[in-house]
């Protein structure tokens, strides 16, 4: 099923309307991405919690890795160049580090909040080799810019 994001951002605006905690706000969007697409295996966030290093966050799914840093994986390069990274295939994409042996492809979209600043990565892994797309990643990115928006 692919995903209907219209309404997708629209479920999330409404039950994150006027909330400005971090973490609140990660949780929701987790779970309410996580359960719109079944591409999506695992979906979460690495928070930013000192300089160059990411530690797990709210989530959907499996274990994740509990520390990562910026210099490391997929999730680093998105946190260190504030860049989406849309990758096909995990095994291809060099220093990945395998949270979980099942993920074969990855989309990971910086967050950044009202300032500008990177706060976190949202990490989506699928078991689905090139599962993602570039209108995934944009709508994706839509979502989360208004969302952390309200957050200082």
Sequence with gaps: ?????????????????????????MATVACEVHHSD???????FYRVTAP????????????????????????????????????????AFEGHIACASSTRSELVLPVFNGAGEVIAVFDIDSDQPDAFTQDDAEALTAILNEVFAQVS
């Design 1 to 25: 099923m692919a995903v209907d994001y219209p309404t997708l951002a629209q479920t999330i605006h409404a039950l994150t309307e006027g909330e400005d905690d971090a973490v609140a706000l």
């Design 38 to 44: 079944d591409r999506f295996d695992w979906t979460g």
């Design 52 to 91: 160059e290093l990411l530690k797990i966050g709210p989530y959907q799914g499996g274990h994740g890795c509990l520390v990562i840093p910026f210099s490391r994986g997929v999730c680093g390069a998105a946190a260190r160049t504030g860049q989406v990274q849309l990758v096909p295939d995990v095994e």
